[in-house]
């Protein structure tokens, strides 16, 4: 070999030890940002499909369940407003004109059946019972001159004519004292109170207002010394150990809802109120209007719930929740786990520990806590339930 073919080979050496020196350096250089990519295809291999670590996980809270199939049931919620049952509700009024002479009950105040509210003072009532006593006095003084005129017609003393006057006279007075009678009662008199009234011949002035069953006195419109009229409310008792809730519910709902005592099984109501937002209240339904409100297009729902501890107070807003029967055996996963983006509805399936993909699923209905699941999904299947928007905003927020 000549000098010059050894120069050109020791050149061609140090040429292929520098370029390999430069591409470790490169590679060196390189590595950490081509780890980067790879990890990042790595995470986004496939459309639709995300990897996480377990880093991210717990840090993004992300939870799974599998996908069970269960009894499920619809629901409706509609607003309500607490009412007094109107089958346990007074209006207390008077039916004579009077003043006022003491009140005994204030508001809020438990009455029992019976118990005095009030006591009045009526001129109107005296006269009557004045009336009555006269009518029945000229009466008694009638009768016993129709009798001795019988008995002189007997003797010839006196005449037919005469006897038949007497006669008139009384039965004229009989009409009048049963006019009497019948003024009292319609004044609040008792049958009792009217034979007392014939016993002792005393004129009583005085109309007691009593509670007329066991009760909360809800309302009181009137003090010591005013004339109240017989048109007037003087006081509202209510039992309130059982309440009503009114609601309006629209057309399109009619058909959810099912009477208490209509054949197959009863439907569950819940109502809901915001002083006691953790509790729940069970009512059942007691009447569905039968005709609707021509501008609102809606129908009058009434429940009944009993309220023993009276926390349902009347004029309270409460929210109805209105569940259908049970459906058997549907498959449904937590509200918490469904997306939405414009019109798609998807979640995400565990494919391994660190692989999610996205899942479009046609839906059915909802309770407010399961939502039925109609199509794209198998029982089984895994499902993230919670940390599932972390999940769509980074997988989403690189493909829009």
């Known amino acids: 070999m000549t000098n010059m073919d050894q120069i050109a080979r020791t050149w061609s050496l140090r040429a292929a030890v520098v370029s390999g020196l430069l591409l470790l350096a490169g590679c060196d250089a390189k590595g950490p940002n081509q780890a980067t990519g790879a990890a990042v295809e790595d995470k986004k291999a496939q459309p639709g499909v995300i990897r996480v670590t377990d880093e991210e996980m717990q840090s993004a809270g992300i939870q799974v369940e ?37 009140v005994y009950v204030d508001l809020g105040q438990e009455v029992k059946s019976g118990a005095l509210l009030a006591i009045l003072y009526s001129a109107e009532l005296g006269m009557a019972q004045s009336s009555y006593l006269k009518a029945k006095a000229k009466l008694y003084v009638a009768e016993r001159s129709y009798q001795r005129a019988r008995t002189l017609l007997e003797e010839k003393v006196i005449g037919l004519a005469e006897a038949q006057r007497r006669e008139g006279e009384m039965i004229s007075l009989r009409a009048e004292e049963r006019e009497a009678q019948d003024r009292l009662r319609l004044l609040g008199m008792t049958e009792e109170e009217i034979q007392h009234l014939d016993r002792e011949q005393k004129i009583r002035s005085y109309v007691p207002i009593t509670a007329p069953f066991d009760s909360r006195v809800i309302a009181r419109n009137l003090t ?49 109120v915001n002083a006691y937002p953790d509790e729940v209240f069970h009512g059942k339904v007691t009447y569905v209007g039968d005709v609707l409100d021509a501008k609102t297009r809606t129908m009058n729902l009434r429940l009944e719930l009993p309220n023993p501890e009276r926390k349902l107070k009347p004029e309270m807003y409460a929210t109805i929740r209105v569940y259908s029967a049970p459906e058997k055996d549907v498959l449904a996963v937590p509200e918490s786990a469904i997306q939405r983006d414009r019109e798609r509805k998807f979640l995400f399936v565990q494919r391994d520990p660190h692989t999610f993909e996205l899942r479009e699923v046609k839906l059915g209905e909802s309770d407010g806590q399961m939502v039925k699941v109609l199509d794209g999904l198998l029982e089984g299947e895994a499902v993230v339930t919670k940390g599932a928007f972390v999940l769509k905003s980074e997988l989403l927020g690189e493909q829009i």
């Open 66 to 102: 599998p996908v069970v199939r269960s009894e499920f049931r619809t629901v409706r919620s509609f607003p309500g407003t607490v009412v007094p049952n109107e089958h346990a509700l007074a209006n207390i009024t008077t039916l004579v004109r009077g003043r006022v002479v003491d």
């Open 224 to 272: 010591k010394g005013e004339v109240v009229e017989v048109t007037e409310k003087l006081f509202t008792v209510a039992d309130l150990s059982d309440v009503w809730v009114l609601a309006n519910i629209p057309e399109k709902d009619i058909p959810f809802i099912k009477p208490s005592g209509s054949s197959g099984p009863s439907q569950l109501v819940e109502v809901l």
